[in-house]
C-alpha cells in the first residue's frame, strides 16, 4: 500500500465473483484521472479486479483485460477509458517513466490501473485507491486505503457487492 494511505476499509472476497463485483462497484465510482494502486503476490487476483474494474468503467471490451506483465501498458477505450499497467518487471515500468512515461500516464484522459502498485508509487495519481489483496483460506482478503478526503463512496462498498 501507498505509504501516505490509510487502511480504512477491510472486505472478505470468497470467490471470483465477489472480487469482479467489487471490481465493478469501484469502477463505477472511478473518475478520469484517478489511479487504483493493486497490490498483491502472484495470484492474489489484481487482474481479476482490474477486470471487474473495466466493467464498471463501462469499457468498451471489459474481457480484453489481461495482465499487461509483458505489454507493460494498455490501453482500453470506453465511457471511461481505463490505462492498465503492471508494474512487475519494476526496471521495464521504471526505464518507461523515465523515458516519458510519466507524461503520458498523467495526461492519458483514463482511470489508471496498476499491478504491483506499490514498485511504482511515486508515479501513480495523486488520488489513488490502493488495493492490496490477500489470500486466506476463505478465497481473499482486500484492504483499502485512500487519502484522507477522497472516496468517500467507500462507506457504502459493501452494499454494492
Known amino acids: 500500500m501507498s505509504t501516505d494511505s490509510e487502511i480504512r476499509c477491510q472486505l472478505e472476497l470468497p470467490d471470483e465473483a465477489v472480487t469482479v463485483a467489487l471490481g465493478r462497484a469501484i469502477g463505477r465510482h472511478m473518475r478520469v484521472g484517478q489511479g487504483l494502486g493493486l497490490v498483491g503476490d502472484l495470484g492474489a487476483g489484481k487482474t481479476c479486479l482490474a477486470r471487474g474494474v473495466g466493467l464498471?468503467?463501462?469499457?468498451?471490451?471489459p474481457e480484453a483485460v489481461?495482465?499487461?506483465?509483458y505489454?507493460?501498458?494498455?490501453e482500453h477505450p470506453g465511457s471511461k477509458p481505463m490505462l492498465h499497467l503492471d508494474a512487475?518487471?519494476?526496471?521495464?515500468?521504471?526505464?518507461?517513466f523515465v523515458d516519458g512515461g510519466e507524461a503520458y500516464l498523467h495526461e492519458c484522459g483514463a482511470v489508471v490501473v496498476a499491478e504491483w502498485a506499490d514498485r511504482i508509487a511515486e508515479f501513480m495519481p495523486e488520488v489513488s485507491l490502493w488495493v492490496e489483496l490477500r489470500p486466506t483460506a476463505a478465497g481473499r482478503r482486500a484492504l483499502l486505503g485512500w487519502p484522507?478526503?477522497?472516496f468517500?463512496?467507500?462507506?457504502?462498498l459493501a452494499?454494492?457487492?
Do not use: H, M
Open 71 to 74: 505489454l507493460l501498458v494498455v
Open 88 to 96: 512487475y518487471l519494476e526496471a521495464k515500468t521504471r526505464a518507461f
Open 66 to 69: 489481461c495482465s499487461p506483465t
Open 159 to 161: 452494499t454494492d457487492l
Open 148 to 150: 484522507k478526503e477522497q
Open 56 to 61: 464498471g468503467l463501462g469499457l468498451t471490451d
Open 152 to 156: 468517500r463512496w467507500i462507506a457504502n
